[in-house]
T-cell receptor, first 115, second 115 residues
Framework: AQSVAQPEDQVNVAEGNPLTVKCTYSVSGNPYLFWYVQYPNRGLQFLLKYITGDNLVKGSYGFEAEFNKSQTSFHLKKPSALVSDSALYFCAVRDMGTGANNLFFGTGTRLTVIP | DAGVTQSPTHLIKTRGQQVTLRCSPISGHKSVSWYQQVLGQGPQFIFQYYEKEERGRGNFPDRFSARQFPNYSSELNVNALLLGDSALYLC??????????????FGNGTRLTVT
């Protein structure tokens, strides 16, 4: 079975500093990994995905993620945090068992960027 | 172009009642997926429909059902509501059935409260 873990419920970072939101995964077969962001009272917005290829994936709003097969991790990063990046971030993995669009989401990490 | 639209935005029901939630996908998108997001958790996959056929089903009881119409809009029905059904219900559309190369676009959700 597929699963993802987000070990940190909350991450605080000062504006202008680099940020990292951690995600580890467990899959049988090739991993298909995603990051989504959720702002208050809104749905989820797609940030980036890893299917295959380069281990460093670039996405929307200056975010990138590093795929590490040996550590089974897919951490989200940004070189310089903005206050507007404050939101709830979800890591997700494709669940191959129950449907093409079945993404198994982690429990989320709340990012707060402090001015 | 309009994004994924869901109605209603909020709903309050009593235990035992039935509810219907509606979703209109982005124009041209033929796949609709439904997710349940309980407070403090990540979204959980309920159903996927593509070209009016069910393509995937998550681990939800038979009280949950859905359908997709010829215009690709979709309805999610929940019968015999329980307190535990209180959640944000998210609809997501994609261009094709698989999210490999077509990320999910989420609506803002319907907040269902069961009392």
């Amino acid at each position: 079975a597929q699963s993802v873990a987000q070990p940190e419920d909350q991450v605080n970072v000062a504006e202008g500093n680099p940020l990292t939101v951690k995600c580890t995964y467990s899959v049988s077969g090739n991993p298909y990994l995603f990051w989504y962001v959720q702002y208050p009272n809104r749905g989820l917005q797609f940030l980036l995905k890893y299917i295959t290829g380069d281990n460093l994936v670039k996405g929307s709003y200056g975010f990138e993620a590093e795929f590490n097969k040996s550590q089974t991790s897919f951490h989200l990063k940004k070189p310089s945090a903005l206050v507007s990046d404050s939101a709830l971030y979800f890591c997700a993995v494709r669940d191959m068992g129950t449907g093409a669009n079945n993404l198994f989401f982690g429990t989320g990490t709340r990012l707060t960027v402090i001015p | 172009d309009a994004g994924v639209t869901q109605s209603p935005t909020h709903l309050i029901k009593t235990r035992g009642q039935q509810v219907t939630l509606r979703c209109s996908p982005i124009s041209g998108h033929k796949s609709v997926s439904w997710y349940q997001q309980v407070l403090g958790q990540g979204p959980q996959f309920i159903f996927q429909y593509y070209e009016k056929e069910e393509r995937g089903r998550g681990n939800f009881p038979d009280r949950f059902s859905a359908r997709q119409f010829p215009n690709y809009s979709s309805e999610l029905n929940v019968n015999a509501l329980l307190l535990g059904d209180s959640a944000l219900y998210l609809c997501a559309s994609s261009l094709v059935a698989s999210s490999y190369n077509s990320p999910l676009h989420f609506g803002n959700g319907t907040r269902l409260t069961v009392t």
